[in-house]
């Protein structure tokens, strides 16, 4: 485990192909596009809510799919269509006066190498390339789209208080998914 790992983000950052999807595109034969996102990481965001910390999708494609999915799970923070996704979260680091140290990313490829490297604590998916494993902090055992966000987070949480007592603690008797 990274020393990052202990340190709580003040922002987590997230790619959405490849991590939140399995990073297929798709199509009808109208040319719909379509997109499998696996429900469970919904919790990843409201475990991230409940502590106050604020969510960011960060992607380089711009489609509805990932606007709507962004506002049914209230994301705080969405960017798409974004080629250089450095410079966003610095600019972002700047406006919320925090450093990118106290960022934590999840990302999957070449266009994720230099947040990742930038970051307080990265990961990337158990299906991203050798080559951004080799970068990153958490290698998770779960691929994109098979619950990769959720298992990020559970990790981040599991650093500072077991995650079983986490969700024992603020959620005991609770229906709160609302995926």
């Known amino acids: 485990m990274s020393p990052n790992s202990k340190i709580l983000p003040k922002l987590v950052l997230t790619d959405i192909d490849g991590v939140w999807t399995d990073g297929g595109m798709y199509y009808d034969q109208l040319g719909n596009e379509w ?18 910390i604020p969510v960011g999708i960060i992607t380089g494609e711009d489609t509805e799919i990932v606007r709507k999915r962004a506002q049914k799970l209230h994301i705080d923070l969405l960017f798409m269509g974004v080629k250089d996704k450095l410079n966003i979260a610095t600019k972002l680091c700047q406006e919320m006066k925090i450093d990118l140290k106290e960022v934590a990313y999840i990302g999957d490829d070449i266009n994720d190498i230099e947040l ?4 307080g604590f990265s990961a990337a998916p158990a299906n ?51 995926q």
């Not at 990742?116 to 970051?119: E, G, P, R």
Request: charged share 20%.
């Open 35 to 52: 997109k499998k996102f696996n429900t469970t990481d919904s919790a990843g965001v409201l475990f991230l809510k409940t502590l106050g």
């Open 116 to 119: 990742l490297s930038a970051v």
């Open 128 to 178: 991203a390339p050798e080559y951004i494993k080799t970068l990153v902090d958490l290698k998770l055992k779960v691929s994109g789209g098979d619950g990769a966000f959720r298992a990020f987070v559970e990790h981040i949480i599991d650093a500072h208080i077991p995650i079983g007592s986490f969700i024992k603690e603020h959620f005991s008797g609770k229906f709160w998914l609302n």
